[in-house]
Structure formats: C-alpha cells, structure tokens
Antibody, heavy 113, light 112 residues
Framework: EVQLVESGGGLVQPGRSLKLSCAAS????????MAWVRQAPTKGLEWVAS????????YYRDSVKGRFTISRDNAKSSLYLQMDSLRSEDTATYYC??????WGQGVMVTVSS | DVLMTQTPVSLPVSLGGQVSISCRSS???????????LHWYLQKPGQSPQLLIY???NRFSGVPDRFSGSGSGTDFTLKISRVEPEDLGVYYC?????????FGAGTKLELK
C-alpha cells in the first residue's frame, strides 16, 4: 500500500524558515517524480514544486522560486521542502504527491506574527 | 500559465442521479508526445484529493465505472452516473501538459 506521510508543519513568523518532510513507503521511491502541492484555507489546489527521480531536475512555481527548495533522499525514501523567507500567502496545507496519483494527508503551515 | 475553467462551481444532485462537470483550458492540452495530460480528482470533506481519471478517460485503480471522462483539445467533461453519498465533495481538473501544472477552481457536488 502506497503511503505518504508529511511532517514538519506548524506556526512560523513571516521571514522565518520551515522544512517539511514526507516519508514514502509501499513503492520504489526512486522510480517516481515527486511533488508538493498546497491548498490555502478554503481555497483550491496549487502546484508548488516537483523533482525528478534522482533529484537532478527541480521545478518551482514563480512565487516560491528562490525561497523554496525541493529535495529528496532516495536511500531514505523521503521528500523534503525547505521553505525560507516565508510570507503570509504561503499559509496552506502542503501535500506530498507521487506523480499526481497518490497524495499524503497533508501538513498545515501557518505564517503569521 | 494555462487557465483551467471549471463549471459549474456548485452542483446539487439527488442520490442515484447523473451529473456532468466541465473543464476548459485556455490552450490545447495535447502534448508534443501525442498524449493529453488532463486529470480529475475528488477531494472529500476533510481528506486529501484522490485521483479518479488520468489522461482524459482512464479510470484510476479502484475507481468505479460510474465515473467517466471524455474530451479533447481544450474541452473536457467528467460524468458521474448513479451518484452515491461517497461521491460528494469537490472535484478538480488538473492539466500537466504545460509547465506549470494548473488546477481548475473546483466544483462542489452536494445533495439537493
């Protein structure tokens, strides 16, 4: 059974940093592109970043480029999202997603003073 | 970015009924590889989204045949027949043909 379990969310002040993690199991992690997708409270879905099988290629939406870094550790079957210079508009539930098919349960990030 | 326009925003339905949700893109979703990367998801209340249909018309593992997808180019439709209580929630279309991936704003399926 495919499982994606996010962790690392919480309340953080604007301008500070937070790192999200996603532990994957039930499939060969290194065989899949992975992504982070977010959902602001009561809003729709927004793709944030993606990473290739070996981490050699990464992709970001414009609003997070230069502030967020997606990475992976295939040996640990884990996906990460380092979020720096956080803004109030980054407040959302962040989902770890496998190639658009399986989603984690999500982790809440609140950016507020 | 490709704009995905979903209609209607809200869709009242009676159990056992049939509904259709439309998703239109601001440009063709036919990829240079010949595939069309248009997918449908359902987000039930309090849950994460789940994949229903991938590449226009392919049902994901475990998805009942009450769900069907169709369309081409810029115009796509999700049909749900014999609606059951577990079908209620918000439906989203997603295009992954063009960078960046973009979602429709969602269609809320609710009981009349």
């Amino acid at each position: 059974e495919v499982q994606l379990v996010e962790s690392g969310g919480g309340l953080v002040q604007p301008g500070r940093s937070l790192k999200l993690s996603c532990a994957a199991s039930g499939f060969t992690f290194s065989d899949y592109y992975m992504a982070w997708v977010r959902q602001a409270p009561t809003k729709g879905l927004e793709w944030v970043a993606s990473i290739s099988y070996d981490g050699g290629s990464t992709y970001y939406r414009d609003s997070v480029k230069g502030r967020f870094t997606i990475s992976r550790d295939n040996a640990k079957s884990s996906l990460y999202l380092q979020m720096d210079s956080l803004r109030s508009e980054d407040t959302a539930t962040y989902y770890c997603v496998r190639l658009g098919d399986y989603w984690g349960q999500g982790v809440m990030v609140t950016v507020s003073s | 970015d490709v704009l995905m326009t979903q209609t209607p925003v809200s869709l009242p339905v009676s159990l056992g009924g049939q509904v259709s949700i439309s998703c239109r893109s601001s440009q063709s979703l036919v990829h240079s590889d010949g595939n069309t990367y248009l997918h449908w998801y359902l987000q039930k209340p309090g849950q994460s989204p789940q994949l229903l249909i991938y590449r226009v018309s392919n049902r994901f593992s475990g998805v009942p045949d009450r769900f069907s997808g169709s369309g081409s180019g810029t115009d796509f439709t999700l049909k749900i027949s014999r609606v059951e209580p577990e079908d209620l929630g918000v439906y989203y279309c997603l295009q992954s043909t063009h960078f960046p991936d973009t979602f429709g704003a969602g269609t809320k399926l609710e009981l009349k």
